[in-house]
């Protein structure tokens, strides 16, 4: 037993206890150091109850992508305890997260709708309240709106829901949004878009562009249809398109960095590898398909972006979600990239189950963040206390080189 025991430990990832990409060095056992001009944070924030990513980019503009939030009950599956507590509803989490973080506080400015189901979205519970006109219910995207306005929203159909968006399981809940979407940009000046594939210009830096000339998002990808470089295809023309299938995709690049995020667009879809075909060169990061799901994070998806960090915003307690074979195939594949695995949740009843499984993981419990220093040459990762407001550091690891871009590799335009 004691031999087994000494087996493990070994496998477990070494923490680091400082570790510096841009502004101050974070220190294990000390809030993380605030954003600085010129960085790109990437935060997974992690409430246990649903997506939820929010960005700083290198000159102060903000962007969120997701705010799910559903059910401290699930009906379906068992889920990890509410976090930081079963009292704070998570898009309150999100809000205190965001402001504790953001540089200019009076408002965000962009927001991103990845597709519309409960955990990207927001689920209705009769205990939600409602908006101060009583026109929808404030839950995830449309509660996260009521705590701390954003100026810009992307989704996957605005204005044409009556023919893209009736593939949402809840159609109760996409009513409550597109609700929320009329009355906020008739009466509260909330600018609307869908995502725009293959353009790189839909996300401008708001406050000094002129100083990051090598900062862009590109959409990638939305309701299964994929920029290839020179043209939008469609890859569901028979007309099977499901909602994970229909999410948005965008890649964000910043000097040598690169970092792609798509929604439930995984390999349960039939976008996942023209995606990566699409971005045609490794990355540096990119979040999970579809929380890691079975069928997800394919070998040629994989043989493509060649990530060296994956990050999964999961919250089932389920063997499949994260995807226990998934993981152990990434671990053990001969493709390049160091493929460091970060989880927001994992039950202790699975890990326990099989501890030698995710020692190989890089991290699990807590917030995830990804902070990529001025210029985009290098990055730390970052595990972040979710259990309170302080923000302490868990786990930091880095500095992280970035690959350098092929010179013959043209970034989207």
């Known amino acids: 037993m004691k031999k087994a025991r000494i087996f493990i430990l070994l496998l477990l990832p070494a923490v680091v206890l400082t570790a510096g990409c841009g502004g101050g060095k974070a220190r294990v056992g000390k809030p993380l150091p605030a954003w600085s001009e010129g960085c790109l944070d990437i935060h ?23 705010a799910g939030e559903f059910s401290s009950e699930p009906k379906k599956y068992r889920s990890m305890p509410q976090k930081p507590d079963s009292l704070t509803r998570p898009t309150r989490t999100y809000a205190r997260y965001m402001r504790h973080f953001m540089p200019y506080k009076d408002s965000l400015d962009y927001f991103l709708l990845t ?23 404030l839950s995830g995207v449309t509660a996260l709106y009521d705590e701390l306005p954003f100026r810009e929203i992307v989704d996957r159909a605005y204005p044409a829901y009556d023919s893209l968006a009736c593939l949402a399981m809840s159609t109760a809940s996409l009513a409550n949004y597109r609700r929320f979407i ?12 869908m995502l725009r594939l293959g353009d790189s210009g839909q996300f401008p830096l708001r406050r000094r562009p002129e100083r990051y000339p090598d900062f862009r998002i590109t959409g990638i990808c939305s309701n299964g249809c994929v920029w290839d470089g020179e043209k939008v295809v469609d890859h569901y023309g028979d007309g099977t398109l499901r ?18 995020t798509a929604g439930d ?62 993981i152990r195939r990434i671990s053990e594949s001969k493709i390049p990239g160091a493929k460091r695995m970060y989880f927001t949740n994992i039950d202790r009843s699975l890990t326990d189950a099989d501890p030698q499984l995710y020692a190989r993981s890089a991290g699990i419990g807590g917030h995830i963040v990804i902070r990529v220093s001025p210029g985009g040459k290098e990055y730390c990762v970052y595990m972040l206390d979710d259990s309170d407001t302080t923000y302490t550091v868990k786990q930091a690891d880095g500095p992280f080189r970035c690959k350098p871009q092929p010179q013959n590799t043209e970034k989207h335009e």
Not at 53 to 64: R, S, V
Not at 182 to 193: F, V
Not at 272 to 290: D, N, W
């Open 182 to 193: 009329g009355r906020a940009t008739e009466h509260n000046g909330l600018k609307a878009a």
């Open 243 to 260: 909602e994970n299938g229909a999410s948005c995709g965008i890649l964000l690049s910043y000097g040598d960095f690169d970092y792609f």
């Open 44 to 66: 997974a924030v992690n409430t246990a109850r649903g997506e939820c990513t929010f960005l700083i980019l290198p000159d102060g503009t903000t962007l969120t992508v997701d």
């Open 115 to 137: 597709h519309f189901h409960m955990d990207h979205l927001g689920q209705l519970e009769p205990e939600y309240g409602r908006s101060a006109g009583g026109d929808y219910v």
């Open 265 to 326: 667009a995984g390999g349960n879809t039939r976008v996942e590898y023209p995606c990566a075909r699409s971005i045609g060169r490794p990355v540096e990061a990119m979040k999970s398909h579809h929380h890691l799901s079975p069928h997800t994070m394919q070998d040629d998806m994989l043989a493509v972006l060649q990530p060296d960090v994956i990050v999964t915003q999961s919250f089932y307690i389920r063997d499949i979600q994260p995807d226990q074979g998934i």
